[in-house]
């Protein structure tokens, strides 16, 4: 469970970042173009919590092996 609470925090993470960012370029006066590289680069962390929810029984039993 706490593998998954991770993965969920740091997808939390990436969505946020990549709202802000979305809420700043949109709501500033006169409004910014939206840039497709600072997109990409919020939503790393989205990525990434993705893939350790989708191998959370894996990481789980790597880190219990490796506590043993």
């Known amino acids: ?4 609470l991770i993965a969920a925090c740091v997808m939390v993470i990436g969505l946020l ?5 979305l809420t700043k370029c949109i709501l500033t006066k006169p409004p910014v173009p939206v840039k497709i590289f600072p ?3 919020n939503s790393i962390p989205l ?6 929810l989708i191998k959370a029984k894996a990481i789980a039993n ?3 092996d490796k506590l043993e």
């Open 1 to 4: 469970m706490l593998v998954r």
């Open 17 to 21: 970042d990549t709202g802000l960012y």
């Open 39 to 41: 997109i990409v680069l």
């Open 47 to 52: 990525v990434i919590g993705l893939a350790i």
């Open 62 to 64: 790597w880190i219990d």
